[in-house]
């Protein structure tokens, strides 16, 4: 009812501290609600509101549900925010004394512009979005509040109120459709939940709008990067330096027409050391310093059809020449496993990774040189090499035949691949391989012929037929592999993971009938009459295929292929239980 929002001192005006600024509406798009801006560079963030106790917010409101299996029970109930937990759910034992929940240790906060459900005295969990408080009425804003309070607007009787984090949790899609059919709601809450429904797809509109908008304006220029000059050492990483007398002398004489360069008979050249000036016979006149004065290639990085940004050569080159040196952080063998797992967490699947030696690795990611943006090519026209400068390994990039001015600059990444996945190579040369290995390795391998018998993986999706990116199945012996949106899965499964193939599509038990045409497969339980045999060598397939021409197109078919997959051994989000926000 609307009376509930009707607060006593609605219409008195109060006054509180002039440090209460509120942020603008550029602002508020990053600033946590609730925090006071008192200058453009200083804020009092909404951690520090003098409601507080023990340091945290006082009486939060939790929930009586468990935020991921949606049912009640005993319940681990985080201090600051309403979320509530099984300890079997998050898999630990129930803490004693104060606990957290892993969204408000890691800092997440409500923003501005969200849309939340709300506890308000007795009254049931309510639909809202939180208001930049510029925005509200000018009776509102007078109202007294602490820092780290912020207006929220409720749906349906269209009155505010301040609020702090311990009372509200985010809304999202499809919130509308748990409280379908339920009893004892009244008009006001249901025009409620049909407003936020509204609402929360405009912000999702607005937001994917401005995604798109900034995905465009970056893709006019390429990534943010650090450039440097020469490698940076990360960690407890050490640059070798060698001394004079440890320097090899090569035989060339400074009377010779170009000592020391690539047509010439330099020992130093053909072992792939770089001379010293104080060392080699030469010395001003030595032509085998290319590293150590920066000799490059003029280059540009493009933007080129289909493959990102690359880099061409603005010069013709020749058979051998020296293009540039792959420049990056010089990190361990540690340190490249760790960025390697955090890229795969923040789903980043470029990586710009080389050898060094046995324990150091290149990446050319976050800092490094024009070189990063040299792309891979099955049929490359430039190789990296090993040389050794002043006792230290860096790495080069020559040509592998002429190149003319204006040519794209590519290298074979040598890539293989790992943790179930391939990517699609574009390069499109003749020999093109059509996949391209997206994790780096530390001790690259020569390419061996793979036996006969060996388990090997399909190149295409079982379940849309279409090549990409692809999850493979870890059981033995089986081939499949697929999309991560055909298996509505957002990120790669970790550690071990066997396909639906596997598993009845009927009940999840494991199968012990499969169809050979799609991921569709049953148990003992159902697996009468689930399966015929085709015209194809006797191989059983489903009802979704016609046993006469089970390849070929049939909408029931194709809506099987391309529909929600089998159960797959991944916890997906649950469904609402009896005791969601909307039944309270």
Not at 208 to 215: D, F, G, P, V, Y
Request: with cysteine; glycine share 6%.
């Amino acid at each position: 009812p609307s009376s509930l929002w009707k607060h006593p001192n609605l219409d008195r005006k109060e006054t509180f501290l002039p440090l209460f600024r509120y942020p603008t509406i550029k602002q508020m798009l990053c600033v946590a609600a609730g925090s006071v801006v008192l200058t453009h560079h200083i804020m009092i963030c909404s951690n520090h509101g003098s409601g507080k106790k023990n340091g945290l917010l006082s009486s939060p409101v939790n929930v009586g549900w468990c935020f991921l299996c949606a049912r009640g029970g005993k319940l681990l109930c985080c201090d600051s925010c309403p979320a509530s937990f099984h300890p079997e759910c998050l898999e630990m034992e129930m803490p004693e004394g104060p606990w957290s929940c892993s969204d408000c240790r890691a800092g997440k906060k409500p923003h501005y512009k969200q849309i939340v459900w709300v506890k308000l005295g007795n009254y049931r969990w309510w639909p809202a979005e939180i208001c930049n408080p510029r925005l509200v009425p000018s009776n509102i804003q007078s109202l007294r509040h602490d820092i780290g309070d912020f207006p929220v607007f409720f749906f349906g009787s269209h009155d505010y109120y301040w609020i702090n984090q311990g009372r509200v949790f985010p809304y999202v899609e499809n919130d509308k459709n748990f409280v379908t059919g339920q009893i004892n709601i009244n008009k006001t809450f249901k025009k409620a939940l049909e407003e936020a429904a509204r609402r929360f797809q405009e912000l999702k509109a607005q937001r994917e709008s401005r995604e798109a908008l900034e995905q465009e304006r970056n893709s006019r220029k390429p990534p943010p990067y650090k450039f440097i000059k020469s490698n940076k050492p990360v960690g407890k990483v050490q640059m070798h330096v060698a001394d004079l007398s440890e320097i090899p002398r090569c035989n060339c004489r400074p009377t010779d027409e170009h000592p020391c360069s690539l047509d010439s008979q330099c020992l130093n050249r053909m072992l792939q050391y770089e001379c010293h000036p104080q060392v080699c016979p030469a010395g001003d006149n030595c032509e085998n310093q290319c590293f150590s004065k920066r000799l490059y290639a003029e280059t540009e990085v493009i933007k080129t059809d289909g493959r990102g940004w690359g880099l061409r050569t603005n010069q013709a080159l020749r058979k051998g020449d020296f293009v540039t040196e792959y420049v990056g952080e010089v990190i361990d063998s540690e340190e490249c496993q760790q960025r390697i797992k955090r890229a795969h967490e923040n789903h980043v699947t470029n990586f710009y990774m080389l050898t060094l030696t046995k324990d150091r690795v290149i990446d050319a990611g976050p800092k490094g040189n024009s070189s990063r943006f040299m792309n891979h090519s099955c049929s490359p026209n430039c190789e990296t090499q090993k040389w050794t400068v002043n006792g230290d390994v860096r790495i080069g990039l020559f040509t592998l035949c002429d190149i003319e001015s204006g040519t794209e600059l590519t290298f074979n990444y040598n890539l293989h691949c790992v943790g179930n996945r391939r990517s699609s190579c574009h390069c499109g040369a003749d020999n093109c391989s059509g996949f391209l290995g997206v994790q780096p390795t530390l001790k690259p391998k020569k390419r061996k012929l793979r036996p006969e018998g060996k388990h090997t993986h399909e190149y295409f999706c079982f379940r849309c037929g279409e090549g990409g990116e692809l999850v493979m199945c870890d059981r033995k012996d089986c081939p499949k592999a697929y999309h991560l949106l055909c298996l509505n899965l957002t990120k790669p499964p970790y550690g071990r993971w066997e396909c639906p193939w596997h598993d009845c599509s009927v009940c999840g038990s494991p199968a012990s009938s499969l169809c050979d045409f799609c991921p569709r497969s049953f148990c003992q339980d159902h697996e009468a009459g689930a399966l015929t045999a085709s015209s194809l060598e006797d191989r059983p397939c489903c009802s979704s295929h016609n046993p006469l021409n089970p390849l070929g197109s049939n909408p029931s078919s194709t809506q099987q292929r391309r529909g929600a997959p089998s159960p797959a051994r991944v916890k997906e989000e649950p469904e609402a239980g009896p005791d969601h926000p909307a039944a309270k």
